[in-house]
């Protein structure tokens, strides 16, 4: 019954005395025999089945291959034995921790029925440890060898910890850490030893909880977040000691994450030399890949991590970081004063309000996976809306009216009202993960505030034609695949080298007729960047949206919008161009 938890608890139940002959050294004592007294308990094994076989109490000899526990620094067999111990009972608050674990909100799909089993059939708590560095156990015994269960000493000895630290256990004296003129009636002659067993660093942790008050912070706390091995440990015994000190779990709810292992999905490890060091990524990359490399993979599973996961980072981070140069380039204070020169909702562009609609979108998705904890979604929603919606869309169908119109055009304050309303908005929802780059982003745009992170998450703000803009230009969105596929085509045949040589005849079908409505021809074709644009009835090449004609358009290049024209001047401005800078 010494030798094995099994064994023991067999022991326990029937009343067998537990009998462990092994010292601290894992040698056998004079209790198990002169014969075996002072042997290596593995040692001995041959020697035991010697002796056996010479009493003729051998039924039968076999040797065996079986799987046993090994120390994992060691990697040593583990010798079991049992001792004298402290323990903290976990029978008596089972119900309440069990209940504790219903109430905790657990993020991780198999979080509350790992903690619920793992305390449904956990025993007592070994809580003592022999080791010489840790945490002692206050306990003083008394001259008849037992512990002295008292608040005074208990009081006392607190004290001393918070003035002068636990170390204090280990280096005075017995007196000195005692109560001057203590006694007790189990030490007539005023004799006391002390605990020399340090704390299990399990329950040294699961403390940490007790600083929270002491530190102005709320009990319990938001969240607990640590690897997914802590279920066994840090998450498990935080709620045991919290729900005995406090009656409830120090945590609301608790989030784990898997390890990072390298891009083939083996443990990280020196020998095998596939170790990642973040501190060499960040020289290399930047802090803000490391995090958005983060962002982008499912932290609960284990990571896989590799150089050229990182590169797909720094491409994905090079995109970001360009869309809001772009965006700050052109709402700088010199042009664009959001105070005076921004545009009211009402007054912008239907195509403006699309935008806006869809960041709106966007701002209500990010919010939602940030507050669930899935970065993979807020990191994917931010990203596309960038690429897809603004940098490859918004901004480019933009640079024609930002670059070619009169400063202080309308048309040209209504695109720079949203470009700030955009980039407002998403140098917020970036922050918790392009950190350094948001505040960067945050110095240039804005500085109302000490830091980015002192400005809350945008709002979502509705509007009542928010539904009837977004379905006309979803739908001319569709068009406006089929209009850039047309273009590819004429591209890849060596019709033309770009857009803007472009006359584009496009005959909608029924349903897509609505999506052109109240669109100039200029209009659509600045929506696509072509030269001439006309909606026309007469049926070409036909494509989902409708019927689709491209051709080179033969005319004069004005050398300012360079915009393909039929009619210039005599310096070659085309007769926009000459109304701008009249």
């Not at 490890?269 to 803000?288: M, Q």
């Not at 995090?291 to 994905?316: H, M, T, Y």
């Amino acid at each position: 019954p010494g030798h094995g938890l099994e064994d023991f608890y067999v022991g326990q139940k029937y009343g067998i005395e537990t009998f462990c002959p092994v010292d601290d050294k894992g040698c056998l004592t004079y209790e198990a025999g002169e014969r075996l007294n002072g042997k290596f308990v593995f040692a001995a094994n041959k020697d035991i089945v010697m002796w056996l076989h010479e009493d003729g109490r051998l039924l039968a000899n076999e040797w065996i291959v079986h799987s046993y526990p090994h120390d994992d620094r060691m990697k040593k067999p583990v010798i079991f034995r049992a001792t004298v111990q402290w323990f903290a009972s976990i029978e008596k608050i089972k119900k309440e921790l069990l209940d504790a674990v219903d109430y905790v909100k657990w993020e991780n799909d198999f979080g509350h029925a790992r903690m619920y089993n793992m305390i449904k059939d956990r025993k007592d708590w070994c809580i003592s440890r022999q080791r010489v560095w840790g945490v002692p156990i206050p306990i003083f015994y008394s001259e008849d060898g037992k512990p002295i269960i008292d608040e005074v000493l208990f009081d006392h000895v607190a004290k001393l910890f918070e003035k002068n630290g636990s170390n204090i256990w280990f280096e005075k004296d017995v007196k000195e850490l005692m109560p001057p003129g203590y006694s007790h009636p189990n030490s007539p002659n005023g004799h006391f030893t002390k605990e020399v067993d340090t704390m299990d660093v399990w329950f040294d942790s699961g403390s940490s909880h007790n600083t929270f008050k002491r530190r102005g912070f709320e009990y319990p706390c938001e969240l607990y977040l640590e690897g997914s091995d802590q279920y066994r440990g840090w998450f498990n015994s935080s709620l045991i000691v919290g729900v005995a000190t406090n009656g409830e779990a120090p945590y609301k709810g608790v989030l784990s994450h898997g390890y990072v292992v390298d891009e083939n999905g083996r443990k990280m490890s020196k020998s095998l030399g596939n170790v990642v060091n973040p501190i060499e990524v960040i020289d290399k990359y930047g802090a803000d890949i490391l995090r958005l490399w983060v962002a982008s993979v499912d932290f609960r599973a284990d990571l896989k991590c590799s150089d050229k996961l990182f590169k797909i980072a720094s491409e994905q981070y090079r995109k970001v970081r360009n869309t809001f140069r772009f965006l700050l380039g052109n709402i700088n204070r010199e042009d664009f004063d959001y105070d005076t020169d921004a545009v009211s909702y009402n007054n912008l562009a239907s195509i403006d309000k699309y935008i806006l609609i869809k960041l709106n979108e966007v701002i209500d998705t990010a919010v939602k996976a940030y507050d669930k904890y899935d970065y993979i979604q807020a990191n994917n929603t931010l990203f596309n809306y960038m690429t897809n919606t603004i940098s490859a869309f918004y901004m480019d169908y933009a640079k024609d009216i930002l670059y070619i119109e009169k400063k202080d055009d309308l048309r040209r304050r209504q695109i720079q009202t949203v470009f700030y309303q955009v980039t407002d908005a998403l140098n917020r929802l970036w922050a918790p993960i392009l950190s350094y780059t948001m505040e960067e982003v945050y110095e240039i745009f804005s500085r109302k505030k000490a830091s980015v992170f002192l400005e809350g998450f945008p709002e979502v703000l509705k509007h009542e034609d928010d539904q009837l803009i977004k379905a006309k230009w979803d739908k001319y969105m569709e068009v406006r695949s089929d209009l850039l596929k047309a273009l590819e085509e004429a591209k890849v045949s060596g019709l033309i080298k770009k857009a803007l040589e472009t006359k584009i005849y496009y005959c909608p079908k029924d349903e897509y007729q609505e999506a052109l409505a109240g669109l100039t021809n200029h209009d659509l074709a600045q929506l696509v960047i072509a030269s001439q644009f006309e909606v026309t009835k007469e049926k070409h090449q036909e494509y989902p949206t409708g019927y689709i004609k491209v051709e080179k358009f033969a005319g004069h290049t004005c050398p300012r919008c360079w915009n393909v024209v039929t009619d210039v001047d005599d310096d070659g401005l085309c007769l926009r161009c000459q109304s701008v800078l009249m």
